[in-house]
């Protein structure tokens, strides 16, 4: 059940200020065929500046991944960034699931919004997979690519090896899309170098109910 004040859902409002304060708006755009995209974009792009493009990661949409990075790049870059489809509020009703499709709904995202010669791509974790596959369907657009954390070259048998901590791609996926607090404190324990301890399970539940159990998240 969901708190009756919920800090992730403020905490959530909190980031959609500072992103507008920023000079990024919140967008939605229909690609077609039962796909929308949100995406936050310069309220007023310069000419003289360069275009980022960030893709986040499984597990957050884009304000959660990239909030602490937005004020200073915004300086310096025309910033766009998407929820990928599926995540925060982009949805669509069709049954792809591949990096591919993602790949192919940003850039329909950036042409919709009329980004005209070449950008600079960084993604982070899954983001890094739909970055690549950019970059493999639209090398002449991209000017720089950087991939963080993202094994775009790891194989099932690297699991079976022991490379990561999980042992296969439904652990790694259970994980990765929780849907208990048991859950998030596992992936905790696996992404931070000093996780937090004793995390009361009604927050982690209020982060679950905010950021995965949502009309749009159809990922799997």
């Given amino acids: 059940m969901p708190m009756c004040f919920s800090l992730i859902a403020s905490r959530d409002s909190c980031f959609r200020s500072s992103f507008s304060s920023a000079g ?7 690609l077609g065929e039962g796909t929308i995209i ?15 493009l960030l893709i986040h990661g499984i597990g957050a949409n884009a304000m959660w991944q990239w909030h602490e990075f937005i004020t200073p790049l915004t300086s310096r870059f ?23 499709f993602q790949a192919q709904c940003v850039m329909g995202l950036m042409e919709a919004h009329d980004v005209k010669g070449k950008m600079h791509v960084a993604g982070i974790s899954y ?6 596959s950019m970059a ?12 963080c954390c993202a094994g775009i070259c790891a194989e099932e048998k690297d699991m079976e090896k022991g490379m990561f901590q999980v042992k296969s791609v439904e652990e790694a996926v259970s994980i990765l899309l929780p849907q208990r607090a048991a859950q998030v404190r596992q992936l905790m324990k696996i992404s931070f170098y000093k996780p937090a301890n004793n995390v009361p399970s009604c927050f982690l539940n209020d982060f679950i109910e905010v950021i995965f159990i949502t009309p749009s998240f159809k990922l799997i």
């Fill in 24 to 30: 990024l708006k919140s967008t939605t755009t229909d």
């Fill in 38 to 52: 949100h995406s936050w974009v310069p309220k007023h792009p310069s000419p003289s500046k360069p275009t980022l």
């Fill in 78 to 100: 025309n910033l766009y960034v998407p929820d990928l489809i599926f995540f925060g509020d982009s949805y669509s009703s069709r049954n792809e699931r591949s990096e591919t």
């Fill in 127 to 132: 983001g890094g997979f739909v970055a690549y």
């Fill in 136 to 147: 493999a369907q639209y090398g002449e657009r991209i000017e720089r690519l950087v991939l």
